[in-house]
């Protein structure tokens, strides 16, 4: 190689290796704005008090050896001015290794920051002058030196304008950069540092320091900043796409969204992609399956965490969402609906949201139950709200199955099909279901994997409780051998419970659903006397599809005043949409009345409660039983969209005769004497009344010692059932029937 060519490679910047001699680098150049200061600083102060005075004071020699910095300062100040051509020639070399470990791919923090938060070339050397006293000790005495305040060791305003500014025109053009207002105060990179100088001053001696996890940051420590522990969460993500339990339609939505934003040529796009559906339905995974494709971690802030005091929460958000920067990350803001309440407080959240997403934000998801309903506060921003739907059967089924590999492959075909086809989950709440089946196996004892009558189980503990709030859940305990009709009344309420297992079927794979606008759900109403089975078939259908019934409370939703009825209504039937329950309306006749004449104001509410029902009862996809002993009282519209009717019967003497046998117990102690045929044919009364005297006698014989239940004990309960229900009980003519008969 030539000397020409020699001497071009020298003047040729070298790179940085590694982020630490880019800060060696920036510590280098700051030593050397302190010295030039540090020289102008003599000339101003050229006699400083002897140590004897007793007075506290830093000496000429210690800055000397500090600085190690031999140069003369003559009063024309040539060492000043030589300082400065090498300061300049410093700041010209590090600008040109940093811009030649582009090509290299080297991190350097600083300039990151400087990226990032749009930092101007100044503002950069100002956040270096208030970071070196956090990376050595040494700048707390050349501070304070400077200063001239051996309490000072932060830099003030008026130290970092002297190390910057030659002059008073250079300090007020930089003095905006250290306002309240400047990007390095309002991003949170520089803070206000609590002043131990027990002195007075104004805003130019305020100490400044930076903020804790931007020297952490700069230092190379990313840990997430510990203020947002309480309600953020960073993932690393490695969830591919077609993991992700959600339609592919949706996806691929999603994804297009996703890619277009990126492929925009407008810089500093800023982008909310609003999720909603059903909680479980898959909208963190479509967040976390974003950011595997995009290689970059994501922010997860859980909005119902936040702090209540308004400040705190203020501060929080540009906290979490400046991590999202730092971090490289995508913020994902959970739990949105909490705050879609109408109310000040929940507009002034969003309004601070909007903000620090247009300062800090780049892409953002957010994600909540609810549809967006609250137009304007991202108007700078572009709000795009896509729908995450429930999953359909065919999904439902997938995840069912996956969550069965300890089963046969007929087995898990089988049991996933049902399990879909019965209750409508999402795929987290199927997961959750599939754990808490195994988790009910194990504490009953169970070696081998769980029974179909276990994920049952689950799915009912997984479905939503929210009408617990508004119902009374009933626990279906009969069977169909409890139940005792005549035999075309029992091939109905079969009939009925085969139509809701094939609804899938029917409505979906054979497509009657596009013929049906409405009524797509199973509605019955059950009607007869008091007594007759009509809660207890409610029981025995509930058992047999495996669903939770949950019973109507009229007192809960009837209300005297003007609309409440029907909010109560729309409770219910919204709560019942993901509750995989069957409503049952008892006493329905109350509440489904026939609508009259209007008179006055109180028929034509009346009447728009019932009209109301009307209109939900069709909508509603669920099952829904009505009981009524009064079928007159009904309104014929309610009757004509009804699927089945079935009448209870008042039993008959063979009817009787069967609701005596079932009533007891196969482990109770019943005699030998006790003559059902002439209990059937000698008392007419409803299986309710057969239940109240059965119970009875089984305690009379119990209070008794007896080993078992009489005919006299039955007696007694038939006494007790006629005093209550105001019969006229004669014991005597009961007795020499009985005698006529050759009855004991």
Same mark, same amino acid.
């Given at each position: 190689?030539?000397?020409?060519a ?54 000429h020699e ?15 100040? *040539? ?13 010209e ?6 811009? +030649?470990?582009?090509a ?13 938060f749009?930092?101007?070339?100044l $503002? ?22 400077? #200063? ?6 932060? !830099? ?10 030659l ?15 400047? *990007? ?9 540092a ?12 305020? !100490? %400044? ?13 990313? @840990? ?9 969460r960073?993932?690393? !993500?490695?969830?591919? &796409? ?6 592919q ?6 994804? /297009? ?17 609003h ?13 976390? +399956? ?6 970059c ?18 501060t ?7 991590e ?12 949105? @609906? ?9 507009d ?12 800090? =934000? ?6 909540? $139950?609810?549809p967006?309903?609250?137009? =304007? ?26 969550? &069965? ?14 399990? +879909?086809?019965?209750? &409508? ?48 859940? %009933?626990a279906?305990?009969y069977?169909?051998?409890d139940?005792?009709? *005549?035999?075309?009344?029992m ?39 008091? =007594? ?36 109560n ?38 009447? %728009? ?16 039983i ?12 309610? @009757? ?10 008042? !039993? ?7 609701i ?9 102690p019943?005699?030998?004497e ?14 309710? /009344?057969?239940r /109240? ?6 305690? #009379? ?9 009489t ?5 007694? =309960? ?19 029937e009985?005698?006529? $008969?050759?009855?004991?």
């Open positions: 190689m030539n000397i020409r020699m001497k071009k490679e020298e003047r040729r910047p070298l790179t940085y290796e590694e982020n630490f001699d880019h800060i060696r680098d920036e510590l280098k150049h700051l030593d050397l704005l302190i010295s030039h200061q540090a020289m102008r600083f003599r000339l101003r102060n050229p006699a400083q008090e002897d140590a004897s005075c007793g007075q506290m004071f830093i000496s210690r800055i000397d050896r500090l600085l190690a910095e031999e140069s003369s300062t003559a009063p024309d100040s *040539p060492g000043m001015r030589a300082l400065r051509k090498r300061i300049a020639a410093h700041r070399e590090i600008a040109g290794k940093i811009s +030649a470990r582009l290299n791919g080297i991190h350097l923090a600083i300039p990151c920051l400087k990226d990032m749009q930092l101007s070339p $503002e950069a050397q100002i956040l270096i002058i208030c970071l070196a006293p956090e990376l050595d000790q040494k700048y707390d005495t050349l501070y304070a030196y400077l #200063q001239d305040d051996y309490t000072r060791r932060k !830099p003030g305003m008026a130290l970092v304008l002297d190390l910057l500014c002059s008073p025109d250079e300090r007020w053009m930089v003095r905006p950069l250290l306002s309240r207002g400047s *990007p390095l105060f309002r991003s949170g990179i520089l803070q206000a609590p002043d131990h100088s027990h002195s007075e001053s104004g805003a130019l001696a305020q !100490p %400044i320091e930076v903020d804790p996890r931007i020297v952490d940051f700069i230092l190379g420590n990313n @840990t997430v900043d510990a203020r947002i522990d309480g309600f953020g960073l993932f690393i !993500p490695s969830c591919p &796409m077609d993991q992700v339990r959600v339609d339609q949706t996806k691929e939505r999603l994804r /297009n969204l996703v890619y277009r934003h990126i492929n925009r040529q407008v810089q500093h796009e800023k982008t909310i992609l999720l909603h559906g059903p909680r479980g339905a898959g909208k963190r995974d479509l967040a976390l +399956a974003i950011c595997t494709e995009l290689r971690p994501l922010l997860i802030l859980d909005l119902e965490l936040l702090p209540a005091d308004a400040a705190e929460r203020d929080a958000l540009r906290l979490a969402f400046r999202g920067l730092l971090s490289r990350a995508i913020v994902s803001l959970e739990n949105v @609906t909490c705050l879609q309440q109408a109310g000040d407080a929940d002034a959240v969003f309004k601070k949201i909007s903000r620090a997403v247009a300062e800090f =934000g780049w892409l953002v998801f957010m994600s909540g $139950e609810k967006w309903s609250r137009p =304007g506060y991202f108007a700078d921003i572009e709000f795009i709200s896509l729908q995450v739907s429930e999953a359909e059967v065919p999904l439902r089924e997938q995840v069912w199955r996956s969550m &069965m590999g300890d089963q046969a492959e007929d087995v898990r075909e089988n049991w996933s099909a049902r399990l +879909a086809r019965s209750f &409508m989950l999402t795929p987290g709440q199927i997961e959750g279901a599939a754990r808490q089946a195994r988790i009910n196996h194990a504490m009953n004892g169970g070696e081998k994997s769980p029974s179909l009558v276990d994920y049952y189980a689950g799915c009912r503990s997984r479905s939503n409780h929210g009408l617990e709030e508004l119902a009374c859940r %009933i279906a305990v069977g169909w051998d139940l005792v009709l *005549p035999g075309d009344k091939s109905l309420l079969k009939e009925i419970c085969s139509q809701v297992k094939h609804q899938y079927q029917v409505l979906t794979e054979w497509g009657f659903a596009r013929k049906l606008s409405s009524g797509k759900g199973q509605s019955v109403l059950f009607s007869g006397p008091p =007594g007759t089975g009509k809660t207890m078939a409610a029981q025995v259908i509930a058992s047999a599809l495996q669903l939770d019934l949950y019973r109507i409370d009229l007192s809960g939703v009837v209300s005297k005043y003007i609309g409440e009825t029907e909010k209504l729309c409770r219910i039937f919204r709560e019942a949409e993901r509750s995989n329950a069957i409503l049952f309306f008892d006493e329905a006749d109350a509440l489904f009345g026939k609508r009259t004449e209007i008179s006055d104001a109180h028929d034509r509410y009346a009447n %728009i409660e019932t009209s109301y029902l009307l209109q939900k009862m069709e909508e509603h996809e669920g099952m829904v009505l009981a009524t002993n009064l079928r007159a009282n009904m309104d014929e519209a309610f @009757t004509r969209r009804l699927r089945f009717i079935i009448e209870f019967p008042f !039993p008959d003497e063979s009817l009787r005769r069967h005596w046998k079932n009533h007891f117990p196969a482990e109770t019943a005699g030998e006790i003559d059902y045929e002439y209990l059937a044919r000698r008392f007419v009364l409803s299986g309710a /009344n057969i /109240n005297i059965v119970l009875n006698a089984a305690f #009379q014989a119990a209070a008794e010692n007896k080993e078992g239940i005919m006299k004990h039955i007696f007694h =309960g038939l006494k007790r059932e006629y005093e209550k229900i105001g019969r006229l009980w004669d014991e005597r003519k009961i007795l020499m009985r005698k006529q $008969e050759g009855q004991p």
